[in-house]
């Protein structure tokens, strides 16, 4: 949930698409949270991750009056060669380009 490109990545002939700005942005819109009073983002594993990497970026989304926190439960991969290559990738202009929703 944290692409920002707007053409797909073609890895063995198949186009992947990376939206996921557009689809959180989508799902605050919807679910009509910036009328709520209290938002939980929570997520296991990588779902961790996410609410690690995107909570800031989610609490500006909505208004301030909105209480935002966040619940990451096991987000945490290890700094290894396996997981080093793939992280990259996420903030990479040709791979997912997260930047935007990566906190600073």
């Known amino acids: 949930f944290s692409g920002d490109r707007m053409a797909p ?3 063995s002939g ?17 679910l009509k949270l910036a009328q709520a009073t209290d938002v939980v983002i929570g997520g296991c594993s990588a779902g961790g991750i996410h609410v690690l990497a995107h909570l800031d970026a989610m609490r500006d989304m909505l ?8 619940f990451a439960d096991s987000g945490f991969f290890m700094d290894v060669d396996f997981f080093t290559a793939h992280k990259r990738f996420v903030v990479s202009p040709t791979g997912q380009n997260a930047q935007r929703l990566l906190s600073p």
């Open 9 to 11: 990545v073609v890895h």
């Open 14 to 30: 198949t186009r992947l698409y990376f939206w996921g700005r557009w689809i959180v942005q989508a799902v605050v819109a919807d």
């Open 63 to 70: 208004p301030s009056k909105v209480r935002v926190s966040g």
